[in-house]
């Protein structure tokens, strides 16, 4: 592995900053699933109050990336 990627991947704070992420995108795509709640979107295609799939895929999405670099980052703090 790169040495300056390393480096990066054993910052301490890249673990819980990825950690944060993941819930906080977790979050928000569960939020995107509920009907009858209001949603924030930036294209108005969809009522206000419906579900909006997109959104919630898109958030998932970003929650497993982020679960991706906290298990690099946590398996690159290990190494010596």
């Known amino acids: 592995m790169n040495t300056q990627l390393l480096a990066i ?3 301490p704070a890249l673990f819980v900053v990825s ?4 819930i906080l995108c977790l979050l928000l795509g569960i ?8 949603h924030v979107s930036l294209s108005h295609s969809h009522p206000p109050l419906d579900p909006k799939p997109d959104y919630a895929a898109a958030f998932l999405v970003l929650a497993v990336i982020c679960a991706g670099v906290a298990v690099l980052a946590r398996r690159a703090g290990r190494t010596k």
């Open 19 to 22: 950690i944060i992420g993941t």
């Open 31 to 38: 939020y995107y699933v509920l009907p009858g709640v209001y």
């Open 9 to 11: 991947l054993k910052h």
